[in-house]
């Protein structure tokens, strides 16, 4: 292997580990804020790492696919409303030491003849790099100066939760439809569950999806869950696959097999939606 060959294998390696590892350090408390009736609410922001860690926040609109995916936009589609102008947030950038925390405090402020329906954007949390020691810019050039070879990573990894004004009368409904039992894939051995979650209304839905069988003999056995999914407005629909688990050498049986859609446990766990399949 060439050296230069082999310094880009290694800043992949070393990036996807500081990625992973960045990701777990940072704690978000709720992961979801909705404003309601409310003008006030927080974001508690902990750091479970080992080194202090420096996040730069932001608000940043989004838009969300078809498979639960997003991408940033700047201007809106049809449909779309943006809640960023009407909310203000402080500190814009915080340095949490390892095992602290820190508040972010977020004020919302409507604009007098603001229109009824779901405005949504999302708070950011970006990772900001660390401007010294063995990992800076100005280390790595005197290592090259000296001749060396020299692998410089800076991994700006974060979060982001959705931040949702409702004004005046807003409703979701939801129904799940195309239920499909995908085989077995290195991915998912024990088969899949494929879906379509169906919005209407002019709110939002969130909730947990979860899948259960329950056999001839009328024993029911869970075999998967997703906590907190949602299909934003103005989606009409969201894709779903589920991973199946099965105890380990044991076929799916045959009976029905269900799908259900609720409210968050701390939301009271609604029935939203449900679905099932025969299975032969």
């Known amino acids: ?29 709720p992961t979801r804020i909705v404003f309601d009736k409310q003008r006030a609410a927080q974001v508690e922001l902990m750091n479970q790492g080992t080194t202090p860690e420096t996040y730069r926040i932001s608000l940043v609109n989004r838009r969300m696919g078809p498979n639960g995916e997003f991408t940033p936009i700047t201007e809106p589609g049809p449909g779309e409303q943006f809640a960023d102008a009407m909310l203000r947030f402080s500190p814009h950038q915080v340095t949490i030491p390892p095992g602290g925390s820190q508040i972010v405090r977020i004020l919302l402020r409507k604009p007098a003849e603001l229109a009824g329906g779901e ?10 790099a660390e401007a010294s020691g063995a990992s800076s810019l100005e280390d790595a050039a005197r290592r090259n100066a000296a001749g060396g070879l020299s692998v410089t990573i800076n991994a700006l990894v974060g979060a982001s939760i959705p931040v949702i004004v409702r ?10 439809g195309e239920l499909q039992l995908l085989p077995p894939s290195p991915a998912a051995p024990g088969g899949s569950v494929s879906l379509q979650m169906l919005r ?50 044991r076929p799916l049986p045959a009976g029905t ?3 259900s859609y609720r409210e968050r446990p701390e939301a009271g766990a609604r029935l939203l939606a449900e679905a099932s399949l025969a299975l032969p």
């Open 1 to 29: 292997m060439t050296p230069a060959l082999f310094v880009r294998v290694a800043a992949a390696l070393a990036l996807a580990v500081l990625a992973q590892t960045a990701r777990a350090d940072l704690m978000l408390f």
């Open 119 to 128: 405005y949504r954007s999302h708070l950011q949390f970006e990772r900001v």
């Open 167 to 176: 004004q005046g009368a807003t409703q979701g409904r939801v129904s799940l």
């Open 200 to 249: 209407e209304g002019n709110a939002s839905v969130y909730g947990d999806l979860e899948v259960s069988i329950t056999t001839r003999d009328g024993v029911t056995v869970p075999l998967a869950k997703a906590g907190g999914v949602a299909v934003y407005v103005p989606n009409a629909a969201r894709h779903a696959v589920l991973p199946l688990q099965l105890p380990e050498g």
């Open 257 to 259: 097999l269900k799908v």
